[in-house]
């Protein structure tokens, strides 16, 4: 896994690259007056520029496969750091869960999760049947959770939306509602969980959404870890085989 995600000989353009890009972010919050988000979205846009060409030499050198699952930990990698930011803004720095809204503040929005969730289980089934192993049917099946779960928030939100609407209220959003699981989620208010051993279960129906999403998407990127790395000592062991 660390020999897939090194820069190789990309090493000093990879370095150059986000130097210039966090410095350049730096000049546009300071001297620009841009919001914290905008200069996170400069460092990724500029960032993808070497991101595109080690890509494109590990296609060469691995085939499409391992090439897509490096860049999957990489975007999940992101992903994941996002959220961790979140978790520190809300439990450490004590920001309330409308503050806490990571690196990329804009993008905390319904309809992006819902984006993001399906196009991450778009790649995995394009991986499927090509990285087979006992790790990653584990991340395809909480993958597909995961997804439902922003599913539902989804659709939640577009009704809930729709009533605003008929009510007259145009000027409140309704970001941050519950999904299934947590504290007022579907699993704490259905009369077939009331009263059930599922209620009882610690953080299940009493976790915020910040923490249950914190959690889902932590689990989501250690299966992916483990995934990737079976498969590629896999690949090493067959290709030494053939050697």
Not at 15 to 40: C, D, K, N, V
Not at 120 to 146: C, D, K, Q, S
Not at 151 to 156: G, Q
Request: with cysteine.
């Amino acid at each position: 896994m660390i020999a897939l995600l090194h820069p190789r000989e990309q090493t000093r353009f990879v370095l150059g690259m986000f130097a210039g890009s966090l410095g350049l972010g730096l000049i546009e919050m300071r001297w620009l007056g841009w919001p914290l988000w905008a200069a996170t979205a400069t460092v990724l846009a500029l960032m993808l520029i070497p991101g595109i060409v080690k890509w494109r030499v590990d296609v060469r050198r691995y085939g499409w496969v391992t090439a897509v699952l490096g860049i999957l930990v990489a975007a999940q990698g992101f992903h994941s750091v996002e959220h961790l930011v979140q978790w520190i803004q809300y439990h450490v720095l004590q920001w309330t869960p409308r503050q806490a809204n990571g690196l990329l503040s804009a993008a905390n929005a319904e309809w992006v999760h819902f984006t993001w969730n399906w196009t991450v289980l778009a790649v995995l089934m394009l991986l499927y049947g090509r990285v087979r192993n006992v790790w990653f049917w584990l991340l395809l099946a909480w993958t597909i959770a995961h997804t439902l779960e922003h599913t539902y928030m989804f659709v939640r939100h577009l009704d809930v939306l729709a009533e605003l609407r008929r009510m007259g209220v145009t000027s409140v959003t309704a970001q941050g509602l519950p999904g299934v699981l947590g504290r007022d989620g579907w699993l704490a208010r259905s009369p077939v969980t009331q009263g059930t051993f599922v209620c009882r279960l610690p953080g299940i129906t009493t976790a915020n959404r910040l923490d249950i999403h914190f959690w889902w998407n932590t689990g989501e990127t250690l299966l992916l870890l483990l995934a990737a790395n079976t498969f590629l000592l896999k690949q090493r062991r067959h290709t030494h085989v053939e050697s």
